[in-house]
């Protein structure tokens, strides 16, 4: 389907699209997209549920991760316990550069001095590069985590790659993602028990002090909140188009 024909379609579905569960949305995405859609994750508690979910729907979805070469013990354990359980092997995707390369050229920890450009070479680009295989990708981003995140629609087109984006558990709050996680005795990574509840790349991510807001150990003591890979508009229709 030609983009400007996709552009409309999501036009069109993107107000009735609000009112479906992360389950209907995810069959939508997998009826329309097939092959062309992968879930992009992070394997945070949010991810987790999605991935879940779409268990449920579809047992050969496709899951890939930007491997930053700076993720938590924990969390490579846990994408090993996600092959396992759901029987798929997730895509990972690298930076065109290695960890030792971009010390080589950038000089040493990168992330304290421009952590922008490092996100740029280990998240954005690569990103790019799996999206441009895509024709849609879905996300576990919530619309109360970040001010960039609160237009997110749970179908919409993504101006900045290109392609469609799918949302499923955009209206989701943080309670009803652990319900979830506890109802269906979904794995999840153990630094969320330890303060940690958004959890990247060791070197730009610490626990949370009592009273900080969720996403306050990312990139502790900097104004960057986003790794690049979320900047959105808001949608018209969406509830928080108006606000
Ligand atoms: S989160 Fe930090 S270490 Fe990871 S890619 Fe971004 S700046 Fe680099």
Redesign the pocket.
Known sequence: MKEEVMKEEVKTLQIAAETWNPERVLRWAFDTFGAAVAISSAFGVEGMAVIDIAAGVRKDFRVFTLD?E?LFPETYNLMDQVEQRYGIAIERVYSLISAEEQERVHGQA??TRN?????D???VEPLRRKLGELRAWVTSIRRDQTAERAGAGKIEWDEKFGLVKINPIADWSSKQVWQYIREHDVPFNPLHERNFPSI??????RAVRPGEDDRAG??AGLS?TE?GLHIIQPVAGSPEADA
Do not use: A, N, Y
């Not at 990247?200 to 991510?205: A, N, Q, R």
């Open positions: 930053t700076f990168l992330w952590p922008d450009e490092c996100c070479l280990r998240k990247g790349c060791t070197h730009c991510t990312r990139w960057k790794c």
